[in-house]
Nanobody, 122 residues
């Protein structure tokens, strides 16, 4: 089992920045892909950024260079730095993990955090 806990959400204005933090616990080492997803009200959950077990980072198209995912394998953490935030980025953001290799195109998480809210106002 892997437990995921997110922190770092909040409210900012358009153009602002936030960093989301996720701490993982459980029995695993480097064989897990970690990712950030989001879900806006009335919309489906979507993948935002993935940092896989090979050290590869992949992003959703809407990120467009504004977000950076980072990971510390030893500490079992994954962060998401978000710059130039827009109102359409408003959503609940979830940390997720999948055992094995995955990318933004095919990730199907096995584990989810509880989520942290990000609100961007114009």
């Amino acid at each position: 089992q892997i437990q995921l806990r997110e922190t770092g959400g909040g409210s900012v204005h358009t153009g602002g920045s936030l960093t989301l933090f996720c701490a993982a616990s459980g029995t695993f080492r480097t064989e897990v892909t970690m990712a950030w997803f989001r879900q806006a009200p009335g919309k489906e959950r979507e993948a935002v950024a993935v940092f896989n077990n090979n050290g590869e980072r992949t992003y959703a198209g809407f990120v467009n260079g504004r977000f950076v995912i980072s990971r510390d394998f030893a500490k079992k953490t994954v962060d998401l730095r978000m710059d130039n935030l827009k109102p359409e980025d408003t959503a609940m953001y979830y940390c997720a993990a999948e055992r094995g290799w995955a990318s933004i195109r095919n990730i199907e998480p096995d584990y989810w955090g509880q989520g942290t809210q990000v609100t961007v106002s114009s």
